[in-house]
């Protein structure tokens, strides 16, 4: 039996026992949904490692986990978190006694753009000319790019965040939005619509690649940022092929989003991204790499998979909710009273603030100031929706974040919208969706108002 472990392990088809897989993921994403739900189909055990369900601690001297797992597929998302150190001393941990899928020491290694540039040349990858500097007279300065024009990008980023074309005389700065920034040759493909190929390859193979085509009025190609994509998987050149399984095996990672781009004829890899995201993958080649890597985590935890149901799986994206998932907190068993005005915790991953609360049950949806949003560290936001608010006539576009709300000893997971409520007596308003299941007394209120 496993340490840390008191269940009693099923059998699979085959009689062996199943393999428990663990993902270690802090946010809700598509692709660690469908990762869990692929490990299930497969008929392996899927587990959620978050927050609200994982801990390890050492006892005379042996590491031990609750819930514990025999591999871990590691997608953290460091470019976003608010403690990217601390996630990865998570990670460390599993390391130390578990086989990991993207260990922590290799995506450290393929975090920074620069330095994984630096890293696939030294390896003989073709990647385009750069520069980075770290003040603004020497970025500006000492360029040595020969290129007409250059990407200024973050070092570390997603989603294609700020960057720009700048011309060979233009000054940068040698930070952008707090991060560290360089220079990387613009290569100019020649076509009349920009861009560019990504592969996602899984172990020694690539599943699926497609081409990302910028909109009419940008030239980042980014998913995010509105670009299409079509099928690319059949017209991979072998070249490019090649040169995405080499990238991802000169960093050692076991699963990466690659992005090239041809010039005259040679590939050249642009970036290696760990915890690429495949949504905009499967819409251009119906391919999903989710039973790819949950076959490649069973596989390295001891386990066999079928390989046709690996192939027949990937037909399908399985973002639903997984039934893995862990509660943030126990459902009441019998309805709590709670007040008009209620004093409830906000916590959004920086930290926890307590504030008093307004409940509405006429509301939908949970909302909360600006500053709450600011001081708990709220985000990344997961989407904007339109609102009536009070006596104005127009509908007003608010962003969405998920936040985690406590309430007397009950947390729970929401997604609130965001707004200016300082014209307001309180800066938290309580809705429909974390009410349920409350009995609200109008009479009880935490303070005068």
Excluded at 33 to 53: D, F, S, T
Excluded at 282 to 296: D, N, V, Y
Excluded at 314 to 322: E, I, N, Q
Aim: include cysteine.
């Amino acid at each position: 039996m496993r340490e840390g472990s008191d269940s009693d392990p099923s059998v699979t088809a085959d009689g062996a026992s199943p393999v428990r897989v663990g993902v270690l993921s802090f946010h809700n994403s598509k692709e660690t949904k469908a990762i869990l739900n692929a490990v299930r189909a497969l008929g392996h055990e899927p587990v959620w490692l978050r927050e609200e369900n994982t801990r390890s601690w050492i006892e005379d001297e042996r590491l031990r986990f609750d819930p514990d797992v025999e591999v871990v597929a590691n997608r953290l998302l460091m470019t976003k978190a608010a403690e990217p150190l601390d996630d990865l001393g998570i990670a460390t941990a599993y390391a130390a006694s578990r086989a990991v899928l993207n260990p922590p020491e290799v995506v450290v290694r393929a975090l920074h753009k620069y330095g994984t540039a630096a890293r696939l040349a030294t390896a003989g990858i073709p990647v385009p000319d750069a520069y980075i500097a770290f003040s603004r007279r020497t970025i500006n300065e000492g360029s040595r790019l020969t290129s007409e024009k250059a990407v200024h990008k973050s070092a570390i980023g997603t989603n294609g965040n700020r960057m720009a074309i700048v011309g060979a005389d233009d000054t940068v700065a040698p930070h952008i939005a707090r991060r560290r920034a360089f220079l990387q040759e613009f290569i100019d493909t020649g076509t009349e619509r920009p861009f560019d190929v990504r592969a996602y390859v899984v172990g020694d193979r690539v599943v699926g690649a497609m081409k990302r085509y910028a909109p009419s009025d940008e030239w980042r190609t980014n998913v995010a940022v509105g670009g299409e994509v079509e099928d690319f998987t059949a017209d991979l050149p072998e070249e490019a092929a090649r040169l995405s399984r080499e990238a991802a095996d000169v960093l050692g990672l076991d699963y990466a989003g690659v992005d090239l781009l041809c010039r005259d004829g040679t590939w050249y890899v642009l970036e290696v991204n760990v915890t690429a995201g495949f949504k905009g993958l499967f819409e251009a080649t119906g391919i999903s790499p989710a039973p790819s890597i949950a076959a490649l985590a069973i596989e390295r935890g001891g386990g066999s998979v079928d390989r046709d149901r690996v192939t027949s799986l990937a037909s399908v994206l399985d973002d639903s909710v997984p039934d893995c998932k862990p509660s943030i907190d126990p459902e009441p068993e019998e309805s709590m009273t709670i007040g008009y005005t209620e004093a409830v915790t906000v916590s959004a991953g920086r930290r926890a603030v307590d504030v008093v609360a307004k409940s509405d049950t006429g509301a939908r949806r949970t909302s909360i100031d600006f500053d709450v949003a600011a001081e708990t560290g709220a985000g990344p936001i997961l989407k904007t929706v339109r609102v009536k608010s009070g006596s104005q006539r127009k509908r007003q576009r608010r962003p969405l974040v998920e936040i985690d709300v406590k309430i007397g000893s009950r947390w729970q997971t929401v997604t609130a919208s965001v707004e200016n409520r300082s014209h307001m007596n309180y800066p938290v308003l309580l809705g429909r969706d974390v009410l349920d299941g409350y009995h609200v007394d109008v009479t009880k209120r935490e303070r005068e108002e």
